[in-house]
């Protein structure tokens, strides 16, 4: 079935490092993408998209890649803050569904 | 304008009852959706309504769980029987349109133990 996965489920930066967190999907036909932050007891907050014609979008301190070649998609995050700290999920869809279908998400730690 | 709300923010309820999660989406959003993350795995789609009516509820799990969308506007989630493995946070988002344009709302969710 379709699947919107991560690679690593921790991950532990230094305060001022740039982060990287990936997440690998499954079905062909997503053309749309998004990164979400969660924050404890917060839900989803949108931090970036991108859509499947570009392979490159930038933000505020954050840059999203996606490779439709092997079905991936990373976040970059520039300066790394203690205000990022968070669970970042990917998600996707595809023409003519709504839903998102969500990765497990990844927890990123700023050690200051 | 005012977010997606959801009620109650945490409910602990033993197991065999009955449960009901309300989320109110932001005024004007006819596309309501409700999704889990049960035991930190990742977020799973529920339903889909469009207005009243049920889009898409492929990701409801059983019988058990009952939506509604009377009117339109705000939006309950029922668990009866709950059982234990329903424990997790349940989201409901909304969005102006199909979401990409505009994009999806979130609510903080509410965080069901049942025990």
């Known amino acids: 079935g379709e699947s919107v996965g991560l690679h690593l489920p921790t991950l532990s930066v230094q305060e001022g490092d740039n982060s990287i967190i990936n997440c690998a999907y499954s079905?062909?036909?997503?053309?749309?993408f998004i990164w979400y932050k969660q924050e404890s007891g917060k839900g989803p907050q949108f931090i970036i998209d991108?859509?499947?014609?570009?392979d490159k979008r930038q933000g505020q301190r954050v840059t999203v890649l996606l490779n439709k070649t092997v079905k991936h998609l990373s976040l970059q995050i520039a300066a790394t803050q203690p205000g990022d700290s968070a669970v970042y999920f990917c998600?996707?869809?595809?023409?003519?569904?709504?839903?998102?279908?969500f990765g497990s998400g990844t927890r990123l730690q700023v050690q200051p | 304008e005012a977010g997606v709300t959801q009620f109650p923010s945490h409910s602990v309820i033993e197991k065999g009852q009955t449960v009901t999660l309300r989320c109110d989406p932001i005024?004007?959003?006819?596309?309501l959706y409700w999704y889990r993350r049960v035991m930190g795995k990742e977020i799973k789609f529920l339903l889909h309504f469009v207005k009243e009516s049920k889009q898409d509820e492929s990701g409801m799990p059983n019988n058990r769980f009952l939506a509604e969308r009377t009117g339109g506007t705000y939006s309950t989630l029922k668990v009866q029987p709950a059982e234990l493995e329903d424990s997790g946070v349940y989201f409901c988002?909304?969005?102006?349109?199909?979401?990409?344009?505009?994009?999806?709302?979130f609510g903080s969710g509410t965080r069901l133990t049942v025990v």
């Open positions: 998600a996707e869809n595809r023409a003519g569904r709504r839903a998102l279908t």
């Open positions: 991108i859509r499947s014609n570009m």
């Open positions: 079905n062909s036909a997503s053309d749309y």
């Open positions: 005024s004007g959003h006819d596309n």
């Open positions: 988002a909304s969005s102006q349109d199909e979401g990409r344009r505009y994009g999806y709302t």
